[in-house]
């Protein structure tokens, strides 16, 4: 079989990537102790849907119910579902928009994947836990007497509206706010350790801090060895085969 080499290494790229997510795995950051694992608190992870797959009967499934990663899990599982978890859930918006029965309104107004359901049913809206939803950000600022400052400052969208109103920022959910880290870190005083613990952009400073426990809800605990898998195919040398 003859093989068109221009063609193969030029679409190697994007098969290598197919490749590097199908093989990719999470593992645990070497100063994260294995046998302190929270399985309550691991369950809402998305990066330890692995170790989650492999440990079924220690998922807690409310807390699943709110992981992104874990569709499969639960459409395999629909009666362990917890439905106010779900309604959080921006990967399960296409379950949810077939379960309209068994949404959960306040849940809802949190996800960032059901605007279009918010839009469309406003007086449904429960504003303050709409203020803390990234998506939201258009509806926030056109209703800006409904926002709610506390769970604004935990928006990852709202850093322009944060910085513009210091004064009332709310620091314990501003802690767990991943596009804050600037505001954090010239505040360190202010800093709610315990809030920061779920702040995947803190782990450097949950790590020289020594904060290890309770922190199983964070993505960044998990390396992932995809970028090494990658490099290591991309570094094949095909153009010197031949057919």
Not at 88 to 104: R, T, Y
Not at 195 to 216: E, M, Q, T, V, Y
Not at 222 to 229: H, L, Q
Request: net charge negative; charged share 20%.
């Amino acid at each position: 079989m003859k093989f068109d080499y221009f063609l193969l290494t030029s679409m190697f790229p994007c098969v290598a990537n197919i490749i590097a997510d199908y093989a990719e795995e999470a593992y645990l950051l070497n100063w994260i102790n294995k046998n302190n694992i929270d399985w309550y608190e691991l369950s809402e992870n998305p990066s330890a849907i692995r170790l989650l797959e492999t440990n079924q009967n220690r998922i807690n499934w409310y807390c699943l119910s709110r992981n992104p990663s874990a569709m499969h899990l639960l459409v395999d599982n629909r009666d362990k579902i917890g439905w106010y978890g779900l309604s959080e859930n921006p990967s399960a918006i296409h379950l949810l928009e077939a379960n309209m029965d068994k949404i959960d309104l306040y849940g809802l107004s949190e996800n960032p994947s059901a605007i279009h359901l918010l839009k469309n049913n406003q007086d449904k809206i429960n504003w303050k836990l709409l203020s803390c939803n990234p998506s939201a950000i258009h509806l926030l600022e056109t209703n800006q007497n409904k926002i709610n400052c506390i769970w604004l400052s935990e928006n990852s969208s709202a850093i322009h509206l944060l910085e513009a109103n210091q004064d009332e920022i709310y620091w314990v959910y501003l802690s767990r706010n991943s596009s804050a880290m600037h505001l954090l870190e010239t505040n360190l005083g202010r800093i709610n350790w315990i809030a920061l613990l779920s702040n995947p952009s803190a782990i450097h400073l949950l790590r020289d801090n020594g904060l290890c426990k309770n922190i199983f809800t964070n993505p960044a605990i998990f390396r992932s060895n995809k970028k090494e898998i990658y490099r290591r195919m991309i570094e094949c040398d095909f153009t010197s085969r031949s057919a």
